[in-house]
């Protein structure tokens, strides 16, 4: 990880460091022309033109994710082997953020998140996609403070996945038949993370 403020990535200058994860970082970016503002996911790792090739058609294939609440990826591009992806940047930042652990909120506010995060979940299924870490942290608040899942089916595909796994199955994650995975059986989820 370094810190890439005040560098330029396509036609974006990275402004301030909005987060930090395993995988990635993200900044806020301000368009170096039009001066709009998008959040730049910094992937951590350096590609290959091969790597580079992969990267784009997984990218083009998140791109095409279009629903209200689901963080819009605009744009997306590997520069110097570092690749990165141009979101929607969403001001209020993430539900944890906003509510952190113990936090009480009203059932009505509770029933409204859950409400627009099952609709962008079911627009996802339907897509054949997969969010493998719904979590406060990667539900975010846009300019109308409505919530906006992020991170949709973008598996850190370069470094923590099995190599026992063909990598056309890495990022973004499809749903595939159970005969064909080798993962622990799927269990109903009892409680949501939020505290």
């Known amino acids: 990880m370094s810190d890439r403020v005040g560098q330029q990535l396509g036609n974006y200058r990275l402004v301030s460091l909005l987060g930090q994860g395993g995988y990635a970082e993200v900044y806020l970016g301000q368009h170096v022309r039009l001066e709009l503002q ?19 058609q997984e990218a083009q294939t998140i791109a095409k994710l279009t629903y209200p609440s689901i963080v ?37 506010q509770i029933v409204s998140y859950v409400k627009q995060m099952a609709a962008a979940l079911q627009y996802a299924h339907e897509q054949k996609f997969i969010h493998r870490d719904v979590k406060p942290e990667n539900l975010l608040l846009g300019r109308q403070q409505e919530v906006l899942l992020s991170d949709l089916a973008w598996w850190p595909w370069r470094t923590a996945v099995p190599h026992s796994v063909p990598r056309r199955w890495w990022a973004p994650c499809r749903i595939w038949p159970p005969s064909r995975s080798r993962a622990m059986p ?8 939020w505290g």
């Open 38 to 56: 998008a959040a730049i996911k910094v992937l951590h790792t350096h590609l290959t033109r091969q790597e580079a090739a992969h990267f784009y």
């Open 72 to 108: 819009r990826v605009f744009d997306y591009d590997v520069q110097d082997g570092v690749p990165f992806l141009v979101m929607d940047y969403a001001p209020h930042g993430s539900l944890r953020r906003l509510h952190p652990k113990g936090s009480v909120l009203p059932l009505a």
């Open 186 to 193: 799927v269990r109903p989820v009892t409680s949501m993370p």
